[in-house]
Antibody
Framework: EVQLLESGGGLVQPGGSLRLSCVVS????????MNWVRQAPGKGLEWVSS????????YYIDSAKGRFTISRDNSKNTLYLQMNSLRADDTGIYYC???????????WGQGTLVTVSS | DIQMTQSPSTLSASVGDRVTITCRAS??????LAWYQQKPGKAPKLLIY???SLESGVPSRFTGSGSGTEFTLTISSLQPDDYATYYC?????????FGQGTKVEIK
């Protein structure tokens, strides 16, 4: 059974930092690209970042460039998102999602809530 | 960036109704389109991939069609478990982009 479990969310002041983690099981982690997707309260889904299985290719949404860093540790089956210089509009639920080249975002975690507020 | 536009934004329908949601891409994405279902407080769930392929375990009342820039998701006979928000997403280009969502409500 495929499982993805996010953690690391919480309340942070504007300008602060958080590191999200996503621990996965049930598939060969290093063979698949992974993604972070967020959802602001009451809003739609927004893709944030992707990383290839080897970590060799990385992509970000424009609003995350220079502030967020995606990484992975294939020996620990764990995906990360380091978020710096956080802003109020970064508030939302952050989901990690396994990418399949044919199926797209095939499996999702349950999400972790990030709240940026003073 | 490729813009994905869904219509309608909200849809009211009764159990047993045939429901159709449309998704338009601002440029061709071939058939690299997925549909997701999201219920309140839950993560999205993959329904359809490559525009028309049904994900394993998804009921056959869900069908997807289209290619290029025009896509549809059809629910042949709406069931109580289908009341949710549906999103289309293109995975042909970066940034990956989602439609704004279509909420299917009880009529």
């Amino acid at each position: 059974e495929v499982q993805l479990l996010e953690s690391g969310g919480g309340l942070v002041q504007p300008g602060g930092s958080l590191r999200l983690s996503c621990v996965v099981s049930g598939f060969t982690f290093g063979s698949f690209a992974m993604n972070w997707v967020r959802q602001a309260p009451g809003k739609g889904l927004e893709w944030v970042s992707s990383i290839a299985g080897s970590g060799s290719s990385i992509y970000y949404i424009d609003s995350a460039k220079g502030r967020f860093t995606i990484s992975r540790d294939n020996s620990k089956n764990t995906l990360y998102l380091q978020m710096n210089s956080l802003r109020a509009d970064d508030t939302g639920i952050y989901y990690c999602a396994k990418y399949d080249v044919v199926r797209g975002f095939q499996y999702w975690g349950q999400g972790t809530l990030v709240t940026v507020s003073s | 960036d490729i813009q994905m536009t869904q219509s309608p934004s909200t849809l009211s329908a009764s159990v047993g109704d045939r429901v159709t949601i449309t998704c338009r891409a601002s440029q061709s994405i071939s058939n690299w389109l997925a549909w997701y279902q999201q219920k309140p407080g839950k993560a999205p769930k993959l329904l359809i991939y490559k525009a028309s392929s049904l994900e394993s375990g998804v009921p056959s009342r869900f069908t997807g069609s289209g290619s290029g820039t025009e896509f549809t998701l059809t629910i042949s006979s709406l069931q109580p478990d289908d009341y949710a928000t549906y999103y289309c997403q293109q995975y042909n280009n970066y940034p990956r982009t989602f439609g704004q969502g279509t909420k299917v409500e009880i009529k």
